[in-house]
């Protein structure tokens, strides 16, 4: 028998070979875990096709890469300058989306838990 010491992912393990014709055998003295395979990022979802949303003169975009936590006004809503239009979810914190202008929201383009990339139209004001 010979024994040795195997370094994997900077854990050391001594594990004892027998030596014989008939195969080979190991004890590993602390368990070993099978390596795993990094899991996958999802593909991104495709936008899915909605019915066409009326547009407005004012584009409230999206700052920043987030998901939609929560839509708070909805088409034909009047909103006041600051009110939150929006809920974003980006580097897991929350962040208001408002309006920047006084208005009547002219459309939604956005649905809870749509991903949605910084520069995305996410509603409009009339």
């Known amino acids: 028998m010979k024994n040795y010491t195997i370094t994997v992912n900077g854990v050391a393990y001594d594990v004892t070979v027998e030596e014989n014709g008939a195969g080979v055998a190991a004890a590993p003295v602390a368990p070993i875990a099978a390596p795993v395979a990094a899991p996958k990022a999802a593909p991104k979802a495709a936008p899915k096709?909605?019915?066409?949303?009326?547009?407005?003169?004012?584009?409230?975009?999206?700052?920043?890469p987030g998901k939609i936590?929560?839509?708070?006004?909805?088409?034909?809503?009047?909103?006041?300058?600051?009110?939150?239009?929006?809920?974003?979810?980006?580097?897991?914190?929350?962040?208001?989306?408002?309006?920047?202008q006084d208005g009547t929201v002219a459309g939604v383009n956005v649905t809870v838990g749509q991903s949605v990339e910084a520069g995305d139209t996410l509603a409009t004001l009339n």
């Open 69 to 100: 936590l929560g839509v708070k006004a909805n088409a034909g809503q009047a909103v006041k300058k600051g009110d939150v239009i929006l809920v974003l979810e980006a580097m897991k914190m929350e962040n208001e989306i408002v309006a920047p």
């Open 49 to 64: 096709a909605a019915a066409p949303v009326a547009q407005g003169s004012v584009k409230i975009t999206a700052p920043m």
